[in-house]
Every structure is written in C-alpha cells, then in structure tokens.
C-alpha cells in the first residue's frame, strides 16, 4: 500500500518562506511525475507546480521565480521551496505523485494536504 505524507506547511508573514515535503512510502516499483497543488476555499484545485522523470519543470505564472520545485528519487520525495510569499499563497497544498506499485499498475496518488496560511 502506497502513502503520501507531507510536511512543512505552516503559518508565515508575507515575504517568508516556507519548504514543503512530501514523502512516498510502500512497495514502489517507479515514480514518474510529481507535483503540488493547492486549494483556497472553494472548489477548484489549480495547479502550482510539476516535475517530470527528466527533472523539467512547469510552474503556475502565480509563482514562476517564487517557487521551486525539486525532487528526490532515492527518498521518493518532491519539495516545494517557496519564497516571497504573498497572502494570496494561502491555501492548503497537496501533493500528487504518479507511482507504480510493485505489481500493481501505475496510478496517481494524493497526500493529505498541509495548511499553508500567509499573513499581511
């Protein structure tokens, strides 16, 4: 069974940072993309950022020279290094990773989110 647990969100003044970590764990055959998303109140979950097998990236234009997205195969970790934050970046931030489990088909999984609140 695959888990996705993330880590490192948290409460900061505008203009802080923050580093977001999210760990996959399991029988894990492969990894391919992964990514972070995030939620304001509301429906819709956009897109911040992703990073592909051949490490490119593609970053939402809300966050292009803020964030940086980087990944870790070994730990079968993504990051999200985020700079300059603004209140508007407050939201809950999930990460998504496409993996393929030991005998099971590739898939993509969601981690439990982690709270990111920016204050003025």
């Known amino acids: 069974q695959v888990q996705l647990v993330e880590s490192g969100g948290g409460l900061v003044q505008a203009g802080g940072s923050l580093r977001l970590s999210c760990q996959a764990s399991g029988s894990i055959f492969s990894s391919s993309a992964m990514g972070w998303y995030r939620q304001a109140p509301g429906p819709q979950r956009e897109l911040v950022a992703v990073i592909n097998s051949d490490i490119t990236t593609n970053y939402a234009d809300s966050v292009k020279g803020r964030f940086t997205i980087s990944r870790d195969n070994a730990k079968n970790t993504v990051y999200l290094q985020m700079n300059s934050l603004k209140p508007e970046d407050t939201a809950v931030y999930y990460c998504?990773?496409?993996?393929?489990?030991?005998?099971?088909?590739?898939?993509?999984?969601w981690g439990q989110g982690t709270q990111v609140t920016v204050s003025s």
């Open positions: 998504n990773v496409r993996l393929r489990p030991l005998g099971l088909p590739a898939a993509n999984y």
